[in-house]
């Protein structure tokens, strides 16, 4: 079993030192990460989009070349457990997401994923041992297109300085800054 | 000179097998991470909020146990060159920005964040060699509150199978999941 270019183990000590623990959603986001690392549509460059801000982003991060920070990973906060990698031009994807009907087969894992136990009485061993045993076959795939304005990329243009608060920001967001616009994420 | 437990080569090679390039922005986000690391507010446990999608979330998630997928990073797109590291209780935390007035005795440095020179006019040996002089001298910090709506940990509450699309999907989010209700990333 690989997760892109590492071994389980070497992944499983990868998100243990990027993610900080050794959450179950990052094992399967490895499986998840890995059949769409393997349908990859035609073409040399990839984004990817992540339908869940809860640790998937993580195991795209970890395995594809796709961050936050630079771009080609997008997160859309809809919840749901599943990852696309696109083609960057043509916007063509494959989306791979936990299929609910084939995790049935699956009760430790199912239970957990629904939360249908609460936290103490859940068998982390077994559950760890389901979600590695069930791997791929708890997945669906589908061919997707994703929207232009995602494919497309937004240019930052030109940089001003805010005259409330002084820091540069992008002349796009108006007159002044979007933190001084009301936006910011402090008191005051 | 140190990024968190790395030294200044250990951490480029991180920023280059992460993030795909060497990034000017991450040189400078590694010295914003570490001034906030160095002047943490005091308490055990922080969380660190970034104000740009653009490279900055990138040195947050090497640096700091602070990731996108394990939610103790969140981005705000303000467009700002910033980052705060904050009590996760408390909302109380230490801000570190890029200052545009300290900005001004580095030319190359200044040219290249104000956009003031076309690409190929740019000397990146002599703005690597400036961003890494300068360091710290181009920061300032202050002292900040964040918003307890940014504090307070939302819980996901139970989980549903979406009647649409069949997959699972927070409750909360309503009688069918977010991308059912039009916020789907994918044509159709």
Known sequence: MKFGSYSYDEY???VKSFHGSMAPGLVIGGFIVETALQNLPEGEFFDAVCETSV???????????????????????????????????????????LDTEKLKAWPEFHAWFFKLKPKREQDSEALLNQIKEAGAAVLSMEEVQVKPEITIKRRMGPTAVCPQCGEAYPLRDGASCLACQGKSPYVN
Not at 55 to 74: F, R, S, Y
Not at 77 to 88: H, P, Q, S, W
Request: net charge positive; with cysteine.
């Open 12 to 14: 499983i000590h990868l």
């Open 55 to 97: 640790c998937l982003p993580d195991a795209v991060q970890l395995l594809t070349p796709c961050t936050i920070g630079n771009g080609w990973m997008k997160v859309f906060d809809l919840g749901r457990f599943a990852v696309t990698l696109y083609e960057k031009e043509s916007g063509k994807g494959i989306r791979v997401y």
